[in-house]
């Protein structure tokens, strides 16, 4: 699935995708993941600003959680907005430079929180940004 969605979302000209050999196969909802997954990945290529974008899917084992980061070497999002960026209609770029709802993240924190998982952002501006995000065994 997430071999798809980084086929179907990201261009082959200009990103470079790392997806981690560790990644296994998990037995879920596959809609809810998808929507996840299409999100994070769509953000990474919509809001990259470097000549060659990067986005890297990591997977860590925990005791308890499967733990995804999406990470990528876009432009970042400094800390004051690390929570905004979850609320409803919320975006930092203005409406007219980038196209966007605001609903995305939102509704992927949602989806990972209604699983019984969390999810967090690491970001410092002009540093790419990464989104982890934990889901229950």
């Known amino acids: ?3 798809l969605i980084i ?3 990201v261009p082959t000209e200009g990103f470079e995708v790392n997806i981690a050999d560790t990644i296994p196969e998990i037995k879920i909802a596959r809609i809810l993941f998808q929507q996840i997954f299409t999100n994070l990945i769509s953000n990474a ?3 990259n600003d470097k000549p060659i974008g990067k986005i890297e899917c ?4 925990l005791p ?10 876009g432009p970042g999002i400094a800390e004051e907005y690390h929570q905004k960026i979850f609320k409803v ?7 007219d ?5 605001g609903v995305g993240l939102s509704i992927v924190e949602k989806i990972i929180e209604e699983m019984g998982g969390t999810i967090r952002i690491y970001s ?3 540093k790419g940004a990464s989104f982890i995000f934990t889901i229950p065994k």
């Open 89 to 95: 209609f919320q975006t930092i770029e203005a409406r």
């Open 7 to 9: 086929e179907t979302i």
């Open 64 to 73: 308890n959680f499967h733990q995804f980061t999406i990470k990528d070497n």
């Open 1 to 3: 699935m997430l071999h």
């Open 124 to 126: 410092e501006e002009n």
């Open 97 to 101: 430079k980038k196209e966007s709802t």
């Open 58 to 61: 990591l997977y860590e084992s």
């Open 45 to 47: 290529v919509k809001y």
